[in-house]
């Protein structure tokens, strides 16, 4: 096998580890504090449960940009390999926590020596021929997503099966297996010597550098909106599903279910749509998709039943499976070479931005304008995006194209 498939391979496990274990404590980090870390007050749990969730993305929006400068000074693999080492030993250390403190702050220590997905992205990017690129990131991208969707849902499982602390130390141990997959398999050629006689700009010239390229630019915002449209309605759809179910019977499996099956569509779609991509261009399917996912969240808003959302849901995996990995695909074409896992790991802040500001966004407006309302706006955005991304890729692309002709 070459060794870029090798590389593919092992990465899309590891990526899916590190998402879904973010994401699994979802469902029973409520039930965590209170039958684990003492607290009894309805409105103290939900105080500390947001920021707890939310503690891991605001230091991973943070630290992200400097372990991507430090990734092209010393190699990918070494970032990956600190980052899934890392948080194998910071997960089991969740598993002993005393006290919401300790768990808010170990969460933010993860958030901070986290850099698995950019690192894993940007080595993939580096390892993989030209001619199958749109391919690897989309097989990649499927790893990640999966993790994130089907990470809540393995989380209510083991909860159910093993009790809430043993989910740390299974995860843990499953990051270090990961890791140790990554230090004897996953390879690639850097030289450490060419990284050094390179001017390495500081992070902050360095995002001022990439701000100057309006397609990448663009490229951040998608990945924005795709995350915040995601994770704005995530907390409601439980009480959505309850309401157009019309019982509380077997609501936890039909919630989870919902939404998870986004995450299911989105790993099937994924790498197929990566593949069209290097036969018609990233540009297309990203432009494609974002109209597609646009118009997959109306139906959401108008479902009448647990079925209409499910399908839905489904479409809107579909289409959110061309996205990121077209995003992935054009940030390489369009970075400065030596600056690509900055540009990576920038893209990973804005991921962890919109993780941070989606479910919050999304609890502030729901007494406005309802989980309905969260729909038509996500509809809006992503079709406005689509705007965004036809003047600042398609038409330039299109007009460059033509001048060289």
């Known amino acids: 096998m070459e060794q870029w498939k090798k590389n593919l391979i092992v990465l899309w496990f590891g990526q899916f580890l590190v998402m879904g274990g973010m994401t699994m404590i979802i469902p029973f980090l409520t039930l965590y504090l209170q039958f684990e870390l003492g607290l009894s007050d309805p409105h103290e749990i939900g105080v500390w449960a947001g920021f707890i969730f939310a503690g891991n993305f605001v230091t991973a929006f943070i630290f992200q940009p400097i372990w991507g400068k430090l990734a092209d000074r010393y190699g990918r693999k070494m970032m990956l390999l600190r980052s899934g080492f890392g948080m194998a030993i910071v997960m089991v250390m969740m598993g002993f926590a005393t006290s919401p403190w300790h768990l808010l702050l170990l969460r933010m220590l993860n958030g901070t020596i986290s850099g698995f997905n950019p690192a894993s992205i940007s080595l993939i990017s580096a390892t993989t021929p030209k001619e199958r690129m749109g391919f690897a990131m989309g097989t990649i991208q499927s790893g990640a997503m999966a993790g994130t969707i089907l990470g809540p849902l393995m989380g209510g499982l083991l909860a159910d099966a093993v009790g809430y602390r043993p989910i740390f130390y299974i995860t843990g141990a499953l990051l270090f297996a990961a890791s140790l997959l990554a230090l004897f398999i996953v390879k690639e050629s850097f030289d450490l010597a060419k990284a050094a006689t ?208």
């Open 198 to 405: 390179r001017v390495q700009a500081s992070v902050l010239d360095g995002l001022k550098r990439i701000s100057r390229i309006p397609q990448l630019m663009s490229l951040y915002g998608v990945t924005f909106l795709i995350q915040f449209a995601m994770m704005s309605p995530m907390t409601l759809i439980p009480l959505f599903v309850q309401e157009l179910h019309g019982s509380l019977e077997n609501i936890a499996f039909l919630a989870g279910f919902v939404g998870s099956v986004t995450g299911i569509s989105n790993m099937i779609a994924s790498p197929l749509l990566g593949k069209l991509s290097d036969r018609i261009g990233a540009e297309k399917i990203l432009a494609v998709s974002l109209i597609g996912a646009a118009l997959a969240f109306i139906p959401q808003a108008l479902a009448d039943s647990v079925f209409m959302l499910l399908l839905a849901r489904f479409g809107l995996g579909l289409f959110l499976g061309g996205l990121i990995p077209a995003v992935n695909s054009l940030i390489r074409v369009y970075t400065p070479d030596g600056m690509e896992s900055r540009a990576y790991s920038f893209n990973s802040s804005t991921m962890s931005l919109g993780n941070m500001i989606g479910p919050i966004t999304g609890g502030a407006l729901s007494g406005y304008i309802g989980i309905q309302g969260l729909f038509v706006m996500s509809a809006v955005l992503m079709l406005l995006n689509g705007v965004w991304v036809w003047f600042s890729l398609l038409s330039k692309r299109s007009a460059g194209r033509g001048t060289a002709s």
